[in-house]
């Protein structure tokens, strides 16, 4: 199947620093790609859907501010937490999927730990 | 608008023994289901999907789902537990085959016991 990686696994910033995690198709083509929040023990929330070359689409309530996507290329997608605030520690999962008919692949989830 | 609900946030079975792990759907178009599966500090890896084929549809480690639109249901079956099948599942849905917007459920912790 296909390959997702996510890069760091871990990462542990200071409150008010940035951090930018990064979402590659290792073995295909991504002309889309998704963000999502996991909180323990819960579900999965959609962040928001990025395609390759425009502008990502935030679902309702995400601050497209403080989570910066892009999406320059059609294996590699970046999230970046602007202003880390320790209410900001989550383990944030993208994946991605070559269309919408298509399937759509998980990445390994970055644990993010603000301080 | 698409839903999916998921009864029991933690089912216990002996190993060997019947999993069932209920899902229920809500959409206004036809539906593309899936099953997923989460182990701790790991990103999803996908069990099976419908996709309007066939109804019944066999996954990866032995699952399986039987789509039933009386009933809005898509529940996950393996005849026989394994200790390494202790994980959280996750049922979504989506307008098309995946590759759009999931809409997730809460989730169901399986715990496994000897």
């Given at each position: 199947?296909?390959?997702?990686?996510?890069?760091?696994?871990?990462?542990?910033?200071?409150?008010?620093?940035?951090?930018?995690?990064?979402?590659?198709?290792?073995?295909?083509?991504?002309?889309?790609?998704?963000?999502?929040?996991?909180?323990?023990?819960?579900?999965?929330?959609?962040?928001?859907?990025?395609?390759?070359?425009?502008?990502?689409?935030?679902?309702?309530?995400?601050?497209?501010?403080?989570?910066?996507?892009?999406?320059?290329?059609?294996?590699?997608?970046?999230?970046?937490?602007?202003?880390?605030?320790?209410?900001?520690?989550?383990?944030?999962?993208?994946?991605?999927?070559?269309?919408?008919?298509?399937?759509?692949?998980?990445?390994?989830?970055?644990?993010?730990?603000?301080? | 608008?698409?839903?999916?609900?998921?009864?029991?946030?933690?089912?216990?079975?002996?190993?060997?023994?019947?999993?069932?792990?209920?899902?229920?759907?809500?959409?206004?178009?036809?539906?593309?289901?899936?099953?997923?599966?989460?182990?701790?500090?790991?990103?999803?890896?996908?069990?099976?999907?419908?996709?309007?084929?066939?109804t019944l549809v066999k996954g990866i480690n032995g699952f399986e789902a039987e789509f039933k639109k009386s009933e809005t249901s898509f529940h996950l079956t393996k005849p026989s537990a394994?200790?390494?099948?202790?994980?959280?599942?996750?049922?979504?849905?989506?307008?098309?085959?995946?590759?759009?917007?999931?809409?997730?459920?809460?989730?169901?912790?399986?715990?496994?016991?000897?």
């Amino acid at each position: 199947g296909a390959v997702v990686s996510q890069h760091p696994s871990r990462v542990i910033c200071k409150s008010g620093t940035s951090v930018k995690i990064e979402c590659r198709s290792l073995d295909f083509q991504a002309t889309t790609m998704f963000w999502y929040r996991q909180f323990p023990k819960q579900s999965l929330m959609l962040m928001a859907t990025s395609n390759e070359g425009s502008k990502a689409t935030y679902e309702q309530g995400v601050e497209k501010d403080k989570f910066l996507i892009n999406h320059a290329s059609l294996t590699l997608s970046t999230l970046t937490v602007t202003s880390a605030h320790p209410e900001d520690s989550s383990f944030y999962i993208c994946s991605a999927s070559a269309g919408a008919a298509y399937e759509q692949y998980f990445g390994p989830g970055t644990r993010l730990t603000v301080t | 608008a698409q839903s999916v609900t998921q009864l029991g946030s933690h089912v216990s079975v002996s190993e060997g023994a019947l999993v069932l792990l209920r899902c229920n759907y809500s959409s206004s178009v036809p539906p593309y289901l899936f099953w997923y599966v989460q182990y701790p500090n790991q990103g999803l890896q996908l069990l099976l999907k419908y996709t309007s084929a066939a109804t019944l549809v066999k996954g990866i480690n032995g699952f399986e789902a039987e789509f039933k639109k009386s009933e809005t249901s898509f529940h996950l079956t393996k005849p026989s537990a394994h200790m390494s099948d202790a994980a959280e599942y996750f049922c979504a849905v989506s307008k098309t085959g995946g590759g759009n917007k999931l809409t997730f459920g809460t989730g169901t912790q399986l715990k496994v016991e000897l």
